[in-house]
Nanobody
Framework: QVQLVESGGGLVQAGGSLRLSCAAS????????LGWFRQAPGKEREFVAK???????NYANSVKGRFTISRDNARNTVFLQMNSLKPEDTAVYYC????????????WGQGTQVTVSS
């Protein structure tokens, strides 16, 4: 049974920062197979950040330059550092895992709420 457990969400003022964590257990996923998505109220879930081949980070245009994905291979954990937060970043943030870099996301965490006040 694969478990993805997110933490680090909360309420922050616009311009502030938060750091999300996602710990994977139950199966050995290399951390480059973990990524971040988010879903705002009334909107579809959207991609935020992931690793591509060679360990190169890839970001949604809306967060590029403000968010940074990083990882701790020893702890099978991936992080999302979010800086210069905007009210439009308010969403439930989900960690996801896939079997390879080329396949669909098959495992999802329970999500962590991020609320950015103006």
């Amino acid at each position: 049974q694969v478990q993805l457990v997110e933490s680090g969400g909360g309420l922050v003022q616009a311009g502030g920062s938060l750091r999300l964590s996602c710990a994977a257990s139950g199966r050995t996923f290399t951390t480059d197979l973990l990524g971040w998505f988010r879903q705002a109220p009334g909107k579809e879930r959207e991609f935020v950040a992931k690793y591509t081949s060679g360990g190169i980070p890839n970001y949604a245009n809306s967060v590029k330059g403000r968010f940074t994905i990083s990882r701790d291979n020893a702890r099978n954990t991936v992080f999302l550092q979010m800086n210069s937060l905007k009210p439009e970043d308010t969403a439930v943030y989900y960690c996801a895992a896939r079997f390879t870099l080329a396949t669909s996301w098959v495992y999802w965490g329970q999500g962590t709420q991020v609320t950015v006040s103006s």
